[in-house]
């Protein structure tokens, strides 16, 4: 095991490829297997990015193949009715993402190409740096590196950093493990060894943040609230009341906050 100590730091071309074999040599006979890894499709890729966002892998698996069957095309989702848009993305929970993945299909439709860098693609709405790095690694196996839970615990359990080394500094880590032309790979395989072998449970590291409890929360009553209008088209506060087992006090700011951030609801 070693250290990275300081961004200065720099580790060496033998410990690299002996990681990077380890790796990859694990995951050539234990890679899961996800529709969104069988395309290069930059549109597809950017849906499945962002239902994996706050979603568990294999929740998304059914959905994901329900969207891209929906709407096959950019052009398709941008013309999308936000009621039907919804009603599909029922179950995924943060329906705001499903409409922030409909208005960055809309400005990719506007310029007729697809975003290539970075800086492109967080001018859309909801991408952000992991996001669009991950989009470009996915789509394009551009040589980036990306940090997530996963790959941080990684990182971590492998000696190459501590719970207290930085975001700026983990990435920079990162960056000189990618293997160079098979960022796709490295990245699949880091999400699955860091899921199967280097669980949070088996390591003892824990998130960064960590989400909250989605049972009784806002997100459970929100979610209930758009189903509710999606099958009833209207509803009165009393009757969302007693369909969520909540008082009107209680609902009236989850409402308030759901009209801002949708006026058409």
């Known amino acids: 095991m070693f250290i990275i100590e300081t961004m200065t730091a720099v580790i060496s071309k033998k410990k690299i490829i002996t990681f990077q074999e380890k790796i990859l040599s694990w995951w050539k ?21 962002i239902m994996l966002q706050q979603t568990q892998a294999p929740r998304v698996v059914q959905k994901y ?10 052009e398709g989702l941008a013309k999308a009715t936000q009621t039907d848009l919804l009603s599909l993305w029922s179950g995924l929970g943060y329906n705001r993402r499903a409409l922030w993945l409909q208005e960055a299909a809309r400005e990719i439709v ?20 992991y996001t669009a790095r991950s989009i470009l690694i996915f789509a394009f196996n551009y040589d980036l590196a990306t940090v997530d839970t996963n790959i941080r615990r990684i990182l971590i359990a492998e000696g190459f950093a ?14 000189q493990l990618v293997p160079e032309g098979k960022s796709r790979d490295w990245h699949n395989a880091l999400m699955d060894y860091g899921s199967i072998v280097l669980t949070s449970n088996k390591t003892g590291i824990k998130p ?19 189903k509710y209008l999606l099958d009833k088209k209207s509803a009165t506060i009393d009757q969302l009341s007693e ?17 801002k951030e949708n006026p058409g609801i």
């Open 29 to 49: 006979e234990n890679r899961r297997e996800f529709p969104w890894r069988d395309t290069t499709d930059p549109y597809y890729i950017m849906i499945s990015e």
């Open 65 to 74: 193949l329900e969207f891209i069957e929906r709407y096959q095309t950019l």
């Open 110 to 129: 506007k310029t007729d190409r697809f975003p290539q860098t970075s800086k492109e693609l967080r001018k859309l709405k909801g991408i952000g740096p």
């Open 162 to 175: 501590k719970e207290s080394t930085s975001e700026k500094e983990l990435m920079f880590i990162a960056e």
């Open 208 to 226: 960064v943040s960590q989400q909250s409890k989605f049972k009784g929360s806002s997100r459970e009553k929100r979610g209930k609230i758009l």
């Open 243 to 259: 369909y969520t087992k909540t008082s009107s006090k209680q609902l009236e700011p989850i409402l308030d906050k759901m009209i």
